[in-house]
């Protein structure tokens, strides 16, 4: 990536042994660090300087997901958690907060680097490219899809949207009709490799956005599911 030096990550982590450890990992690779033992603090720091936050999940005075929510209101900068709980209905809860991606502890020094760099690309290189988008916006039944703003609106009301959901959206509704497999989705959305555990992740967010959009999960209006094969909108 190129002016890697340039980007400033906070890590929130009440062990300081793993706070060390990746602040250790990222300033080899080039990354400002700023270290935090609590979710509080993490609050606190975040500001327009920061350009990824790790997070994670149980922390005092504060917890991560607690704490999550608190820092989308300010920013919609990509936010990683680590996390001993690998339940499906922890990831509902991190992914609803605003959460963008997990990693399960113990994690490798290569997944971690892997994981940082594959959502500040996502993020600050490959959003954005509006120019094959003419129109600015996609419509879709009752939805409307603005990408000037990355809002969300329904019958002139907002939908807040994380900017994995937003990613997810924008390019499903701008390929309509197309089937995406878990893996064509995955690889499109995060630009890594698919992986064991991707599919969770992507029925995650899927099932978050349906939840955002007041989908019947049985009878989607918006996001249709073409069993065997992926997702698609019509």
Same mark, same amino acid.
Request: one cysteine or more; proline letters at 3%.
């Given at each position: 990536m190129d002016n890697i030096n340039n980007y400033h990550i906070l890590v929130a982590d009440d062990d300081s042994?793993?706070?060390d450890v990746i602040e250790l990992l990222l300033s080899c690779e080039g990354f400002r660090v700023t270290k935090v033992a609590n979710g509080n603090e993490a609050i606190e720091k975040v500001d327009n300087g920061v350009d990824l936050i790790i997070l994670d999940v149980m922390m005092p005075?504060?917890?991560g997901f607690l704490a999550c929510a608190e820092i989308r209101k300010k920013t919609t900068v990509p936010i990683l958690f680590l996390t001993a709980k690998s339940q499906d209905s922890d990831k509902v809860?991190?992914?609803s907060a605003g959460a963008d991606d997990f990693?399960?502890?113990p994690f490798s020094n290569v997944e971690l680097l892997s994981r940082v760099k594959s959502q500040l690309r996502r993020y600050f290189i490959y959003q954005g @490219?509006?120019?094959i988008y003419p129109n600015q916006q996609l419509v879709l039944k009752d939805l409307t899809l603005e990408m000037e703003s990355k809002a969300m609106m329904?019958?002139?009301n907002r939908i807040d949207l994380t900017e994995t959901e937003y990613q997810i959206l924008l390019l499903m509704m701008s390929h309509r009709n197309k089937v995406f497999s878990a893996e064509n989705l995955y690889e499109s959305i995060w630009n890594e490799p698919y992986y064991y555990d991707a599919n969770n992740t992507l029925m995650v967010h899927i099932r978050n956005i349906r939840k955002k959009l007041g989908?019947?999960?049985k009878h989607p209006?918006?996001? @249709?599911t073409a069993w065997g094969k992926g997702y698609y909108v019509d």
């Amino acid at each position: 990536m190129d002016n890697i030096n340039n980007y400033h990550i906070l890590v929130a982590d009440d062990d300081s042994e793993i706070c060390d450890v990746i602040e250790l990992l990222l300033s080899c690779e080039g990354f400002r660090v700023t270290k935090v033992a609590n979710g509080n603090e993490a609050i606190e720091k975040v500001d327009n300087g920061v350009d990824l936050i790790i997070l994670d999940v149980m922390m005092p005075e504060k917890s991560g997901f607690l704490a999550c929510a608190e820092i989308r209101k300010k920013t919609t900068v990509p936010i990683l958690f680590l996390t001993a709980k690998s339940q499906d209905s922890d990831k509902v809860l991190g992914f609803s907060a605003g959460a963008d991606d997990f990693l399960s502890k113990p994690f490798s020094n290569v997944e971690l680097l892997s994981r940082v760099k594959s959502q500040l690309r996502r993020y600050f290189i490959y959003q954005g @490219k509006n120019d094959i988008y003419p129109n600015q916006q996609l419509v879709l039944k009752d939805l409307t899809l603005e990408m000037e703003s990355k809002a969300m609106m329904r019958n002139g009301n907002r939908i807040d949207l994380t900017e994995t959901e937003y990613q997810i959206l924008l390019l499903m509704m701008s390929h309509r009709n197309k089937v995406f497999s878990a893996e064509n989705l995955y690889e499109s959305i995060w630009n890594e490799p698919y992986y064991y555990d991707a599919n969770n992740t992507l029925m995650v967010h899927i099932r978050n956005i349906r939840k955002k959009l007041g989908e019947d999960p049985k009878h989607p209006r918006y996001i @249709k599911t073409a069993w065997g094969k992926g997702y698609y909108v019509d």
